[in-house]
């Protein structure tokens, strides 16, 4: 881990253990920043991937108002994307351990109305990725491939969450086990991963695609998750910003300890 990310994970320490300081937050804050991260989210995650809807269009999306000029799958893609985070949020509630059947779970609704024959199905052909320096596993060893990313997560216990969250969602997109629904898929993971630990969900930012991409095959290719994890540590980062500057916490002196946290309560 280089100087700059080290100084940064300090950082993220510091304000989430003012923020955990502070629990429980006031319960219309919390509905009103989850409601706004959840938004940014959703139209960031999809924006990444080409999903056209602005900002402003995925909110009345979410509201069960149809944007003309936009395609039946992009508004599939803003529902589904919310129906998915409900499921992550559920599942961290419950404290459940990360399983395959979780995962298939995640991928079926993101993929639900969209193309419903591969939603939560691993893939039965061979795919390329444009742009990537690396080949996504043989269809045929991805039942393998899946087994072996759970007994990695299951012996990943002892690494700093945003460190373990950036390389859970790298494994999981370099083995890429679905024919379409991987990026999206993989930062819910990403998040899955994040919120569990009681930090605030890292939203990858749209314009910030290309040092996405960049810093993903780099990790592909070199196993070094250094650009990877830097880049999901800032989007912590912003969320915590988020937070704390709307609880008035920003300046709060950081505790020298802080409660455990079971779960991100968004």
């Not at 944007?67 to 961290?92: C, P, Q």
């Not at 080949?135 to 002892?158: C, K, R, V």
């Not at 919120?195 to 605030?200: D, I, N, T």
């Amino acid at each position: 881990m280089s100087t700059q990310t080290a100084e940064l994970m300090n950082m993220i320490d510091a304000d989430k253990a003012t923020l955990d300081a502070a629990r429980p937050l006031p319960p219309n804050t919390v509905a009103s920043l989850r409601e706004k991260l959840t938004l940014e989210w959703t139209y960031h995650s999809n924006a990444i991937e080409g999903n056209t809807l602005t900002l402003r269009e995925t909110k009345v999306v979410l509201e069960g108002i149809t944007v003309g000029g936009k395609s039946l799958r992009e508004h599939f893609e803003a529902t589904n994307h919310r129906d998915a985070i409900l499921y992550v949020e559920d599942i961290v509630s419950k404290a459940e351990a990360l399983s395959e059947w979780q995962i298939r779970n995640i991928h079926g609704l993101v993929l639900k109305g969209v193309n419903d024959g591969e939603a939560g199905r691993y893939r039965r052909e061979n795919v390329v990725i444009a742009g990537a320096s690396t080949t996504p596993s043989d269809f045929l060893h991805l039942p393998a491939e899946m087994e072996a990313l759970i007994d990695w997560y299951g012996q990943a216990a002892t690494m700093h969450p945003v460190e373990r969250a950036a390389e859970l969602h790298t494994r999981f997109v370099k083995i890429h086990p679905f024919v379409d629904g991987n990026g999206r898929t993989g930062r819910l993971l990403l998040n899955f991963e994040l919120m569990k630990e009681g930090y605030p969900p890292a939203i990858i930012r749209k314009e910030d695609r290309l040092a996405y991409y960049d810093a993903l095959d780099n990790a592909c290719v070199s196993g070094d998750y250094g650009d990877i994890t830097r880049l999901v540590a800032e989007s912590v980062q912003r969320s915590l910003d988020t937070y704390l500057d709307v609880l008035g916490l920003r300046h709060a002196p950081a505790p020298d300890t802080a409660p455990p946290s079971p779960g991100f309560r968004m």
